[in-house]
């Protein structure tokens, strides 16, 4: 009797199946246990893709953030006296050259240095930008939401969140800062030490950056460091950061033959690379974590077949083909494939989209101390949902749950049905 593929009876037939007890000859348990074994491994997979997405575009943007997507220095050289030369002179011109590059969203002179910082009998590094105060006003993650009032920069410095948590810091505060490199006598240089009021306290998000980073007016920078009508680099922020190489032949040309380039990809290329393959590492994981929840379709129908070969020859025997029976047994696995893939997918996504109460709880359960800033660089576990992620996953477990439901069907197709009854 020839019908139509996947037919209504052939859909009643299988749901029955699907539904029928351990005493009518069916194995609703070993059923429930593929849906759930699936549900958990879709849920995985799509977690762990979040959160490693999540985790990328946090990286990316606390350095996009807080950091120059190009930077624009120069090897140095000697003068005729045989002192060195380092940074350049007609700062102001090179940054207006650069500036007028296709696609350059800002250029700003820098003066750097390191030095020690200490308050309330508290020491540590310091890392400090000399920059202007307009410009430090036009970093996303530093000129707006902070502690303080970015308009005084002038009269004082710019602090990371952390190094005032760590000495203990308010706004109006005072913090020494020592260089080495300091006021030059006729005895040499002695260390230069200066007391400013923080009229401002940032978070760019990263707590490498809060722990050490300090801001101070550019003219005061060059005082500081001895770098007077100097400036050691010019910091350059362009449109599509994550396209950068494509702006480098312009800005080359337009720092001149002593300028070098310097991107956010050549400082954090190497742990993105490791991300990626990471990232793939633990797809595949995941992947063969899938496939084991989906084998366990194949033990179901081949229990299914089983205890159903009575059934098979009566159907084979009322004239339903090969075609029939491997149908309807391709629904009872295909079935059970879609439904844990769905369930896992709504449990994946939630997960995302509701991580921080998540991972509160957790962490509230656990006593604290679930996630170490200081080891892993961001304040919270993120994560960002994305299709291409939810779609990879739903397509690898719909896609081993078809194909692996396949034989078991195909052996229940095949079922002599004379040898099916001969028992019976």
């Given at each position: 009797?020839?019908?139509?593929?996947?037919?209504?009876?052939?859909?009643?037939?299988?749901?029955?199946?699907?539904?029928?007890?351990?005493?009518?000859?069916?194995?609703?348990?070993?059923?429930?246990?593929?849906?759930?074994?699936?549900?958990?491994?879709?849920?995985?997979?799509?977690?762990?893709?979040?959160?490693?997405?999540?985790?990328?575009?946090?990286?990316?943007?606390?350095?996009?953030?807080?950091?120059?997507?190009?930077?624009?220095?120069?090897?140095?050289?000697?003068?005729?006296?045989?002192?060195?030369?380092?940074?350049?002179?007609?700062?102001?011109?090179?940054?207006?050259?650069?500036?007028?590059?296709?696609?350059?969203?800002?250029?700003?002179?820098?003066?750097?240095?390191?030095?020690?910082?200490?308050?309330?009998?508290?020491?540590?590094?310091?890392?400090?930008?000399?920059?202007?105060?307009?410009?430090?006003?036009?970093?996303?993650?530093?000129?707006?939401?902070?502690?303080?009032?970015?308009?005084?920069?002038?009269?004082?410095?710019?602090?990371?969140?952390?190094?005032?948590?760590?000495?203990?810091?308010?706004?109006?505060?005072?913090?020494?800062?020592?260089?080495?490199?300091?006021?030059?006598?006729?005895?040499?240089?002695?260390?230069?030490?200066?007391?400013?009021?923080?009229?401002?306290?940032?978070?760019?998000?990263?707590?490498?950056?809060?722990?050490?980073?300090?801001?101070?007016?550019?003219?005061?920078?060059?005082?500081?460091?001895?770098?007077?009508?100097?400036?050691?680099?010019?910091?350059?922020?362009?449109?599509?950061?994550?396209?950068?190489?494509?702006?480098?032949?312009?800005?080359?040309?337009?720092a001149g033959p002593d300028g070098l380039l310097w991107t956010w990809r050549?400082?954090?290329?190497?742990?993105?690379?490791?991300?990626?393959?990471?990232?793939?590492?633990?797809?595949?994981?995941?992947?063969?974590?899938?496939?084991?929840?989906?084998?366990?379709?194949?033990?179901?129908?081949?229990?299914?077949?089983?205890?159903?070969?009575?059934?098979?020859?009566?159907?084979?025997?009322?004239?339903?083909?090969?075609?029939?029976?491997?149908?309807?047994?391709?629904?009872?696995?295909?079935?059970?494939?879609?439904?844990?893939?769905?369930?896992?997918?709504?449990?994946?996504?939630?997960?995302?989209?509701?991580?921080?109460?998540?991972?509160?709880?957790?962490?509230?359960?656990?006593?604290?101390?679930?996630?170490?800033?200081?080891?892993?660089?961001?304040?919270?576990?993120?994560?960002?949902?994305?299709?291409?992620?939810?779609?990879?996953?739903?397509?690898?477990?719909?896609?081993?749950?078809?194909?692996?439901?396949?034989?078991?069907?195909?052996?229940?197709?095949?079922?002599?049905?004379?040898?099916?009854?001969?028992?019976?």
């Amino acid at each position: 009797m020839a019908t139509r593929p996947f037919a209504g009876f052939e859909w009643m037939i299988a749901w029955r199946y699907l539904r029928a007890r351990r005493a009518e000859g069916g194995v609703s348990v070993m059923t429930w246990i593929s849906l759930v074994g699936i549900t958990l491994a879709v849920f995985a997979l799509i977690a762990t893709l979040a959160v490693r997405s999540g985790f990328r575009a946090e990286f990316v943007d606390t350095i996009l953030g807080a950091n120059a997507h190009v930077t624009v220095y120069t090897a140095g050289g000697m003068n005729a006296d045989g002192t060195e030369i380092r940074g350049f002179s007609d700062f102001d011109a090179l940054s207006q050259r650069v500036a007028q590059v296709p696609g350059v969203t800002r250029a700003a002179p820098l003066v750097k240095g390191q030095v020690m910082a200490s308050a309330n009998e508290i020491s540590g590094l310091g890392e400090v930008f000399g920059i202007r105060a307009e410009d430090l006003r036009a970093i996303p993650s530093v000129g707006s939401g902070g502690e303080g009032d970015i308009g005084r920069f002038d009269q004082g410095i710019a602090i990371g969140a952390q190094m005032a948590r760590d000495m203990g810091l308010r706004v109006g505060d005072r913090l020494r800062l020592t260089s080495a490199n300091g006021v030059r006598t006729a005895f040499g240089t002695s260390p230069r030490v200066n007391a400013y009021e923080v009229v401002y306290i940032f978070s760019a998000g990263r707590y490498d950056i809060d722990k050490v980073r300090i801001y101070m007016p550019f003219a005061e920078a060059q005082s500081f460091f001895n770098r007077e009508g100097f400036a050691d680099e010019v910091e350059v922020m362009v449109q599509d950061p994550e396209q950068v190489d494509r702006y480098l032949p312009d800005l080359a040309q337009a720092a001149g033959p002593d300028g070098l380039l310097w991107t956010w990809r050549d400082g954090a290329g190497s742990f993105l690379r490791a991300l990626d393959v990471e990232d793939n590492v633990m797809f595949v994981i995941l992947s063969i974590l899938v496939l084991i929840a989906t084998m366990n379709i194949v033990s179901g129908l081949i229990m299914l077949v089983k205890n159903k070969g009575r059934d098979i020859g009566i159907l084979r025997t009322m004239g339903l083909t090969e075609g029939s029976i491997l149908r309807v047994f391709f629904i009872c696995g295909a079935g059970t494939g879609i439904v844990g893939t769905l369930c896992g997918v709504i449990l994946g996504c939630l997960f995302a989209v509701y991580i921080d109460p998540i991972f509160s709880a957790v962490n509230y359960i656990s006593g604290g101390g679930v996630w170490d800033p200081e080891i892993r660089g961001i304040y919270h576990l993120p994560a960002k949902l994305q299709l291409g992620d939810v779609l990879s996953a739903v397509g690898m477990s719909l896609g081993l749950s078809f194909v692996i439901t396949i034989f078991p069907a195909r052996r229940a197709a095949r079922m002599n049905p004379v040898e099916a009854l001969r028992y019976e």
